[in-house]
């Protein structure tokens, strides 16, 4: 089993940076793909990033050239620096992760642990 857990949400003007970590434990977390993906009110889950277990990294078109996903496996965590912030990446966020070599990291069905989420808003 592994247990996630987010954190560094918060409130940020536009064009202001976060930065989110995915803190793992249970398991040595650089054999698992991990992502982020985020969910606004009314509005169904939507993929952010992903990190492969190659270290290979992906990003939603919306998010492209303004977040970076990271890995630290000594920390066992995984982070998510977002730049230029919009309001319209006001969310919450979650961090998922899987142990196996999955289709599609951009779909959230393939992950199999999932962290409570951490609440990031954007004020224009």
């Known amino acids: 089993q592994v247990q996630l857990v987010e954190s560094g949400g918060g409130l940020v003007q536009a064009g202001g940076s976060l930065r989110l970590s995915c803190a793992a434990s249970g398991r040595t977390f650089s054999s698992y793909a991990r992502g982020w993906f985020r969910q606004a009110p009314g509005k169904e889950r939507e993929f952010v990033a992903a990190i492969a277990i190659g270290a290979s990294t992906y990003y939603a078109d919306s998010v492209k050239g303004r977040f970076t996903i990271s890995g630290d496996n000594a920390k066992n965590t995984v982070y998510l620096q977002m730049n230029s912030l919009k309001s319209e990446d006001t969310a919450v966020y979650f961090c998922?992760?899987?142990?196996?070599?999955?289709?599609?990291?951009?779909?959230?069905?393939?992950?199999?642990?999932w962290g409570q989420g951490t609440q990031v808003t954007v004020s224009s």
């Open positions: 998922a992760a899987v142990n196996r070599i999955i289709r599609n990291l951009r779909s959230g069905g393939g992950y199999d642990y």
